[in-house]
């Protein structure tokens, strides 16, 4: 079983909708999560951590199930320009060493 | 400001050559991160560093991969004898890790190696 597992995708969604993604990690001694947003081609760049209580930054809000150990985001009200790959980021305990999820491919259409 | 530098941006290859990434961090920050992503296996980190010293290479995938970090602005990534398998794109990434702060990691534009 991999450490973090996201949705394969792709998603496709038209301009407006609302779109959740998912992730599960396998490693209950975690202690940061994060969703991480990478353009084709590009470079991946911080989206927004995630922190137990749940957190929102306009559009998108992130949720985490230390219980179930899944994360979470929704985007709502898509732009075409969030078309991307999101990528769930989890930090176990005692250190930084950083595990990515495979991504989940998000097209936005107008 | 400047973000992470890494260079080359593109390298071709021969099977058996040594190929060596550069990568100059943001300055001020004091964790330096290297990764693979591969379209078969995604985004991998291969080792760390704290303070100019390594802390994890347990994704390092074999001997043929070495890095370093000689000063705070400046580490490299060494693959000798390169193969085709280790064609991917190469991200060194940089953070100032405190107590309450994000652990944001900025990510260089990458070296997309091609090993033939």
């Known amino acids: 079983r991999k450490e973090v597992e996201q949705d394969p995708g792709p998603f496709n969604v038209p301009e407006g909708a609302t779109v959740a993604f998912n992730c599960t990690y396998s490693n209950s001694a975690s202690q940061s999560f994060f969703w991480y947003r990478q353009d084709c081609r590009k470079e991946p760049k911080l989206l927004m951590s995630?922190?137990?209580s749940g957190n929102e930054d306009g559009r998108f809000t992130a949720q985490l199930n230390r219980a179930s150990q899944y994360i979470s985001l929704l985007i709502r009200d898509s732009k075409l320009s969030d078309s991307a790959t999101y990528l769930c980021v989890v930090i176990p305990t005692g250190g930084f060493k950083t595990i990515f999820g495979a991504g989940t491919r998000l097209f936005v259409k107008a | 400001d400047a973000g992470v530098i890494q260079s080359p941006r593109h390298e071709v290859t021969e099977m058996g050559q040594e190929v060596t990434l550069r990568c100059k961090p943001i300055?001020?920050?004091?964790?330096l991160f290297w990764y693979r992503q591969t379209m078969m296996r995604g985004l991998e980190l291969l080792i760390y560093f704290n303070n100019n010293v390594p802390i994890d290479d347990s994704g390092m995938p074999e001997d043929r991969f070495s890095a370093k970090m000689p000063n705070a602005s400046f580490s490299t990534l060494k693959i000798q004898p390169s193969e085709p398998r280790d064609s991917a794109v190469y991200f060194c990434?940089?953070?100032?890790?405190?107590?309450?702060?994000?652990?944001?990691?900025?990510f260089g534009p990458g070296t997309r190696l091609t090993v033939t």
């Open positions: 990434a940089s953070s100032l890790i405190r107590q309450g702060s994000s652990y944001e990691q900025y």
């Open positions: 300055s001020g920050h004091d964790y």
């Open positions: 995630v922190y137990s």
